[in-house]
């Protein structure tokens, strides 16, 4: 289903985070060819060897670092890319994306990639229904992020399930074919 599709899961740092190893593992099972940045503070939720065992491939996650392999840094993860999933995303990456603050690998990749970009997101409900969550969001969906609804109304910001990240992938890809 998702047969030569490429996507670079961003992995931010929330308790979530270690629910993005089923979305990656489900991903795969699809056949997608699938590669993971990380913030530093998602290092304090998951590791990167973690990450990086489910991925098979090295992770990124300071802009930075020397590389593991040869490749351009936040360039190669963010060309030549189907589709940028950002799971999951804390409020934090959603200011940095929706006001162009590129000031990490996470960041500057979404700042780069000019595929599309879906975010699953898991905050605090205060936090999220705050003015400028609120802005960051309503900003972001006016620049095309898709956000993975989790069918609840009254915490709508709560981390979706696995099923609903994927399918919400498939489906935008499958609407850019």
């Known amino acids: 289903m998702l047969d ?5 899961v961003g ?21 997608a060819d699938v590669y993971a940045s990380m913030t530093e503070n998602s290092t304090n939720f ?6 990086q065992r489910s991925v098979d491939h090295p992770i990124e996650i300071e802009a930075f670092d020397l590389p593991k392999s040869w490749e351009k840094g936040h360039k ?19 200011g940095k ?16 990639t000019r595929t599309p970009k879906v975010i699953a997101t898991h905050i605090n409900n ?8 609120q802005r960051n969001v309503k900003t972001l969906i006016g620049d095309g992020f898709t956000f993975v ?3 609840n109304k009254e915490y709508p910001s709560i981390f979706p399930s ?3 990240i994927v399918d919400t992938v498939v489906k935008v890809l499958d609407a850019q074919a």
């Open 76 to 94: 190669s993860l963010s060309q030549d890319v189907d589709l940028l999933l950002i799971a999951p995303a804390s409020a934090n990456i959603l």
């Open 4 to 8: 030569g599709k490429k996507i670079v």
């Open 46 to 51: 998951i590791t990167p060897l973690m990450v």
């Open 126 to 133: 205060k936090m999220y229904n705050s003015p400028s969550v």
């Open 162 to 164: 696995v099923d609903q």
């Open 97 to 112: 994306a929706a006001n162009g603050i590129a000031d990490d690998l996470l960041s500057t990749i979404i700042m780069s």
């Open 11 to 31: 992995i931010t740092g929330c308790s979530a985070a270690i629910k993005t190893l089923d979305v990656i593992s489900r991903l795969k099972k699809l056949h």
């Open 149 to 151: 609804d989790n069918g």
